[in-house]
C-alpha cells in the first residue's frame, strides 16, 4: 500500500506551525512500534501514527501504547470519516495521536484534532479551533446516520450567499476529491433529509 498521507499531513503540520520530524514506515509488528515510540519519544513534543488503530488482526497500536504504560483517553468517536481516531497520555513519554489509515479520515482528523493540540503545545493562550460558517445547501441529501459527519464539499458565491456542494463520493480512499475540496461541510448526527436551498455549516479548509 502507498503511503499517500505522510506528505501532505507533514504539510499540513508544517502550515500550522509544527517542525515535523517523520520515520520510516513501521511493520505493523508490536516489537517495532515499541521501537520507533521509545526512540521517537525522546525528542518530540507529540508523536502522530498513521494507521494501525482499528479493530483488524494487525492493528497493534493501541496494545502497544497500553503495554508502554500509556492511558487510552479516547478511541473511536461518533464522527465520519475517522472513526478509529485514538488519543493516549503517558507520565513522561509525550502524548500519541494515533490517526486513522485512511488518508482523507487522517486529513479530517488532522484538521479537527492535530491543529488545536500543536497550538496548545506551541503555548497559544487562544485554542485553534476550525470554525464554522454557515451557507446553503447545493443539493439535496438523505438523512444522515448516528455519526457527525464532515463532507468533502466544493464552495460557490451565488452573488448572495455561499453554495456549499458536497461531492457525491464521500469515500475516506478518495484522496484527490480531498486536494480539490474547499470546505467540510458538517451534518449532524441523525441529521432528517435536507434540501437544496436549506442552511448548512461548513469549515473553509482554505
Not at 46 to 75: E, K, M, P, R
Not at 103 to 118: D, G, N, W
Request: proline share 9%; aromatic share 6%.
Amino acid at each position: 500500500i502507498y503511503d499517500s498521507t505522510s506528505a501532505p499531513l507533514k504539510f499540513q503540520c508544517t502550515q500550522w506551525g509544527g517542525d515535523v520530524t517523520t520515520t520510516d514506515i513501521i511493520t505493523d509488528h508490536p516489537e517495532m512500534i515499541t521501537e520507533h515510540l521509545l526512540k521517537r519519544g525522546q525528542s518530540v513534543d507529540l508523536i502522530v501514527t498513521i494507521g494501525g488503530a482499528s479493530v483488524g488482526d494487525h492493528d497493534h497500536v493501541q496494545q502497544t501504547l497500553i503495554d508502554q504504560g500509556y492511558h487510552i483517553n479516547f478511541w473511536k468517536i461518533l464522527m465520519r470519516p475517522g472513526k478509529p481516531l485514538m488519543f493516549a497520555q503517558h507520565s513522561h513519554l509525550p502524548p500519541v495521536v494515533a490517526l486513522p489509515g485512511n488518508p482523507v479520515s487522517a486529513m479530517v482528523c488532522a484538521h479537527l484534532f492535530i491543529q488545536p493540540a500543536l497550538g496548545k503545545l506551541a503555548g497559544l493562550t487562544q485554542p485553534i479551533i476550525p470554525h464554522t460558517h454557515q451557507g446553503i445547501l447545493g443539493c439535496d441529501l438523505p438523512q444522515n446516520g448516528i455519526r457527525e459527519d464532515y463532507m468533502r464539499a466544493t464552495l460557490r458565491w451565488n452573488g448572495e450567499q455561499m453554495e456549499v456542494h458536497p461531492y457525491p463520493t464521500q469515500d475516506s480512499s478518495m484522496l484527490h476529491v480531498f486536494a480539490h475540496a474547499d470546505a467540510l461541510l458538517v451534518r449532524p448526527a441523525n441529521d432528517p433529509p435536507a434540501l437544496t436551498g436549506e442552511p448548512v455549516f461548513y469549515i473553509d479548509l482554505n
